[in-house]
């Protein structure tokens, strides 16, 4: 099987992304920035973060039900294009002199509400323009350059904002939605197959799709029977409850990591460079796995998972015993490594068990549930700070990925992880033509 990225399609997609993901990290420094100048209050820049973080989540499942209904192309395109409006709204505001901090809050939230509502369409494309065996690279590949813009792009925002000014750097902003809005115009819409495995409620997501389609259906029935059969289809399919499981944990567990690293840093006796390296230890481990999984290609996920697993619970266990500030860097890189290694495949695994007319509303669903994970673990990780040393809390997180680790040998998990990677699907063979055609 080719490289994803012999997939002109495929290549066409990750272009548009690249700019759509630059422009969203522009806006969001340039903006925070101007926040923190107007007001002088550190916690307004908290407060536009929090917003671009909660907001959201209510749209996106019900952008995922629309993208299962028409074509995701013209969606990805059209979020894009709408995405054109806070930026540009922003700078025409802070031009006239009429921008408030009340007023930022407002464009983000909307911006938010409307990108969510878009993205699932957009988020469920890459995977159908590819094939089963491309699954993971291209997920690597994905989630890598994504990593890579985000560390980029907000120094790009930050010298842009320095040297042109907030306004300039918005009106950029809105020229590059532009450009993705019309490179994405170039990819082939896929042609998903309607195939369910035999372990999936077919009928309720058929019986959910079908209502939706008839011209007077009620709203429960064009918008909440599809997002109910969609939960059913993923908590109904063992594996795929396995592998929300495992994510969501890592998901709780690792998102505290970083509020945790700058006290961590001074109880070595580091300071802010001391921080700014353990940050850059999970970085660079991270990147490292990108590459990696990129470039090489394994038939079987299971080791790599439980690999991957045991790999993060002994490396943060190691945090509670290092003395050094260079072994814990070299601790979290490992551990970024590992935690690479898991979320791949397991998106990789989870996106060949999701049925494909099912692709948008069980990827949205599956990002709200996960979402909404990171600010509980964050109250968690301050009630841990306040009451308990960071020995006793690495150990914990070190014993629950262990723990979690083992789920993995379950006899049940290892037999249906074999059947889903060496039972072909039908849907490949539309792809594979697909790919053929425009290659």
């Known amino acids: ?75 990805a395109s059209m979020g894009y294009a709408l995405g054109m409006l806070a930026p540009a709204t922003a700078a025409a505001l802070l031009l006239s002199g009429h921008l408030t901090f009340g007023l930022v809050v407002a464009i983000v939230a909307v911006d938010n509400l409307i990108s969510s509502f878009f993205a699932p369409a957009n988020h469920a494309l890459g995977p159908l323009l590819l094939t089963k065996e491309q699954y993971s690279q291209g997920t690597a590949m994905a989630q890598g350059m994504s990593k890579l813009l985000r560390m980029a792009s907000m120094s790009l925002g930050g010298m842009l904002v320095a040297v042109l000014g907030v306004a300039a750097t918005l009106l950029i902003t809105a020229s590059v939605y532009l450009i993705a809005a019309l490179i994405v115009r170039f990819v082939e819409e896929p042609r998903a197959a309607r195939v369910v495995s035999a372990s999936t409620p077919a009928s309720e997501g058929d019986a959910a799709g079908s209502a939706a389609e008839q011209p007077h259906a009620s709203l429960r029935q064009r918008w909440i029977d599809p997002l109910t059969a969609t939960a059913k289809m993923l908590f109904g399919v063992p594996l795929l409850a396995a592998a929300l499981f495992m994510v969501g944990l890592l998901n709780f567990i690792l998102s505290p990591i970083g509020v945790m690293m700058a006290p961590y840093a001074k109880s070595l006796g580091g300071g802010a460079e001391g921080y700014g390296l353990l940050l850059a230890g999970v970085t660079a481990g991270e990147l490292l796995g990108y590459a990696v999984f990129t470039t090489f290609r394994s038939p079987r996920s299971l080791p790599l998972i439980l690999g991957g697993s045991m790999m993060m619970g002994l490396s943060i266990g190691a945090l509670a015993w290092v003395t050094s500030l260079w072994l ?49 673990g964050l109250v968690v990780a301050g009630f841990a700070l306040k009451t308990l040393s960071f020995p006793v809390i690495f150990n914990v997180i070190s014993g629950l990925l262990i723990v979690a680790s083992l789920l993995w040998l379950w006899p049940s998990i290892v037999r249906a992880i074999r059947d889903a990677e060496s039972e072909p699907a039908v849907a490949d063979d539309a792809a594979e033509a697909a790919v053929g055609e425009t290659a």
């Open 1 to 75: 099987m080719n490289h994803p990225l012999k997939n002109p399609n495929f290549r066409t997609y990750l272009v548009a992304r690249l700019f759509g993901a630059l422009g969203s990290y522009m806006m969001e420094v340039a903006l925070m920035w101007w926040a923190l100048e107007a007001t002088g209050r550190n916690d307004s820049v908290a407060w536009v973060a929090l917003t671009m973080s909660i907001v959201g989540m209510a749209a996106s499942p019900f952008g995922g039900v629309l993208a299962d209904r028409t074509h995701k192309v013209g969606l």
């Open 328 to 376: 814990a860097v070299v601790a979290l890189a490992i551990s970024g490594f590992g935690a690479v290694a898991v979320g791949v495949h397991l998106d990789a695994l989870a996106i060949k068990l999701i049925p494909r007319e099912f692709m948008g509303r069980a990827l949205s669903m599956i990002g709200v549930l996960l979402n909404g994970l990171g600010p509980l």
